[in-house]
């Protein structure tokens, strides 16, 4: 099976290993990727332990799961990763729609491992003429975005 992260790699050999906990992330990147993917199976634990740890709150784990499981995720699109820096882009969609969450994240090397420290949110949507984010092969404006204006 593909991995959630949308790297082309199988799953196996892409995040499951991180996030079982039998090999760590070696770039900010990778980290992001298996993020991304713990997202997408509601593994809060794992969203809680890859934080630094001013940032690790017990209680989130449930709350991450719970947001977790009321979207359906659609897709991650890296638009750029230099040193500790990744921007992306995560696609999902809730009851209102199809929506973009887009941020430039920032990671610290700690304690032997990398870490997700914060990110800066931009205010983003997508745009008509970009390819669906649900994967259909059409552009948005054809696809989804049609539908949400039909109904």
């Known amino acids: 099976m593909e991995c959630y992260c949308k790297s082309k790699k ?6 499951e290993p991180y996030l079982n906990y039998k090999s760590k992330p070696s770039t900010p990147q990778e980290l992001m990727r298996s993020r991304y993917s713990a997202y997408v199976l509601g593994n809060g634990e794992y969203i809680v332990k890859t934080a630094i740890k001013e940032q690790r709150y017990e209680d989130d784990i449930e709350l991450i799961k719970e947001y977790a499981k009321s979207v359906a995720w659609l ?3 890296i ?9 992306f882009k995560a696609y999902y969609e809730d009851k209102d729609g199809i929506k973009v969450q887009h941020e430039k994240s920032n990671f610290i090397y700690e304690d ?3 870490l997700y420290k914060d990110g800066k949110l931009f ?5 008509r003429n970009e390819p ?6 059409r552009k948005y404006k054809k696809c989804c975005e049609l539908k949400k204006l039909l109904y």
Do not use: D, T, Y
């Open 123 to 127: 205010n983003s949507k997508i745009e």
């Open 79 to 87: 638009l750029h990763a230099e040193n500790n820096i990744v921007e």
């Open 75 to 77: 897709g991650l699109e």
């Open 10 to 15: 199988e799953f196996s050999e892409c995040c």
């Open 132 to 137: 669906c984010p649900c994967q259909s092969g």
């Open 112 to 114: 032997g491992m990398w």
